[in-house]
């Protein structure tokens, strides 16, 4: 017959607190390759969290921001290993100021939200386009067929398309129509002149066939279609435009 010993005080306590020390040693010592949170997330408070090149080089960083010892709010950074910055977007409620930029290769901002203003783009820069005001300087047209007055090509960078027109008929009662072709083919509904006045007409944003960066010919077309006389036409912009 044998006779066990009783569990010494505090034994269970003891285990747990060995476990927990040795989980957190685990955790501190750079082995752990591999985790998931399933639930209840990850919170930073003032931190930051990295990642890094296989160099050691920084590739991420994700928390707070400073530039040179002063606070530059909190956000996210993507970097090449030299250091020239691919991504940045941050937000500083010191100044309630937001900026998401994207760089080039030799670290250009190539495009970027205006901060100061808090309002549109800092870059690029977008042109205009000036035409003439006058309908008298504008080609004209005097078949009943159509005719192409105007040409433009480019690459295909936005699912739709707005085209910019103006019509005017020369000759009292007379009717003049526009259309516009994409690769040869009507795009958008023909349309016509209001009586004797100048009239502008607007196509689209309507979409465009092609895969992205493919070649696009656009060509604005015009032709009397009742009354004589000619017809005048201008156009202002063609515009590339999201779905």
């Known amino acids: ?8 005080p505090n034994f269970w306590d003891r285990v747990e607190q060995i476990a927990k020390k040795v989980v957190n040693d685990y955790v501190r010592s750079g082995l752990l390759n591999s985790a998931s949170i399933s639930s209840g997330g990850l919170t930073l408070k003032g931190g930051a969290l990295k990642v890094l090149y296989a160099t050691g080089d920084l590739a991420v960083y994700f928390g707070r921001l400073v530039s040179g010892s002063s606070y530059a709010g909190t956000g996210l950074l993507i970097q090449e ?17 937001h900026t998401a930029n994207l760089h080039d290769g030799q670290n250009n901002l190539i495009v970027g939200n205006d901060s100061a203003s808090g309002q549109g783009l800092a870059r690029p820069y977008v042109p205009f386009v000036f035409y003439r005001s006058r309908s008298n300087d504008w080609p004209t ?8 007055v ?4 480019g690459p295909k960078q936005h699912p739709k398309l707005y085209v910019e027109t103006w019509l005017h008929a020369t000759a009292a009662g007379a009717v003049a129509e526009i259309q516009v072709l994409v690769n040869g083919s009507v795009w ?23 895969s ?19 017809a005048e036409v201008g156009v202002g912009r063609i515009e590339g435009r999201q779905s």
Request: hydrophobic share 30%; proline share 5%.
């Open 212 to 230: 992205h960066m493919s070649t696009l010919a656009i060509e604005v077309q015009a032709r009397i279609v009742s009354g004589g006389g000619t």
């Open 81 to 97: 290993p030299n250091g020239t910055d691919i991504a940045s977007f941050s937000y500083n409620e010191e100044t309630g100021t």
């Open 1 to 8: 017959m044998t006779q066990e010993g009783g569990t010494p």
């Open 141 to 148: 047209v005097s078949s009943t067929t159509f005719e192409t």
């Open 188 to 210: 958008g509904v023909p349309q016509q002149s209001n009586g004797a006045f100048v009239t502008g007409l607007n196509f689209g944003p309507l979409a465009v066939d092609g």
């Open 150 to 153: 105007y040409r433009a090509r």
